[in-house]
């Protein structure tokens, strides 16, 4: 089973500022089958990207993915009031991330 | 408009069951491979199930197999997750998940879900 570790476990910032997030799984990932998701409390995840680099329908351009391999990236360009939340890496094995929270500094 | 609408949660004993559904509308029901997906309280997300459009596949994570059924009805639009000898461990909110692609088997990349619904296994 392909492990995904993300990290940090938690980031600290400000609107406005650059948010780099990152997913490492225990073995290599073909990039066709990485996803992120975004979910904020009491509400169900949504998918941001797939594909590890394709923005899902209705998802801002200032989210955008990258990587392979093993070594996968979400980056928000400029954080927003509505982007504080937890995101979690996929691999369509399928295994989740443990998560990481982007919180206000 | 995609609409999945989970029920059938609650309170049960350990070693009891329980039948979840997850009603779905605003797409071709039957062309999706569809997916529960469960998260404890304050913790991550933990893939349990998935079943092809068709109903002929089916998965199960390791920690359920044996206890757990998925299901589908293409005539109700409705998927099922019958849980049998349930465990503390399986208290979680459970989530009802929609493949984005319409294909024959199942990708497990969700561009839908259901609001949940909690499953508390206590005595």
């Known amino acids: 089973e392909i492990v995904l570790t993300q990290s940090p476990g938690t980031l600290s910032l400000s609107p406005g500022e650059r948010a780099t997030l990152s997913c490492r799984a225990s073995?290599?990932?073909?990039?066709?089958?990485l996803a992120w998701y975004q979910q904020k409390p009491g509400q169900a995840p949504r998918l941001l990207i797939y594909?590890?680099?394709s923005r899902a329908t209705g998802i801002p351009d200032r989210f955008s993915g990258s990587g392979s391999g093993t070594d996968f990236t979400l980056t928000i360009s400029r954080l927003e009031p509505e982007d504080f939340a937890v995101y979690y890496c996929q691999q369509y094995g399928p295994t989740f991330g443990q998560g990481t929270k982007v919180e206000i500094k | 408009e995609v609409q999945l609408l989970e029920s059938g949660g609650g309170l049960v004993q350990p070693g009891g069951s329980l039948r979840l559904s997850c009603a779905a509308s605003?797409?071709?029901?039957?062309?999706?491979?569809m997916s529960w997906v469960r998260q404890a309280p304050g913790k991550g997300l933990e893939w349990v199930s998935a079943i092809s459009g068709s109903g002929g596949s089916t998965y199960y994570a390791d920690s359920v197999k044996g206890r757990f059924t998925i299901s589908r009805d293409n005539s109700k639009n409705t998927l099922y997750l019958q849980m049998n000898s349930l465990r503390a461990e399986d208290t979680a909110v459970y989530y009802c998940a929609k493949d984005q692609a319409e294909v024959q088997g199942v990708i497990m990349e969700y561009d839908y879900w259901g609001q949940g619904t909690l499953v508390t296994v206590s005595s």
């Open positions: 073995q290599s990932v073909s990039s066709s089958y």
């Open positions: 605003g797409f071709t029901f039957s062309s999706y491979a």
């Open positions: 594909g590890a680099s």
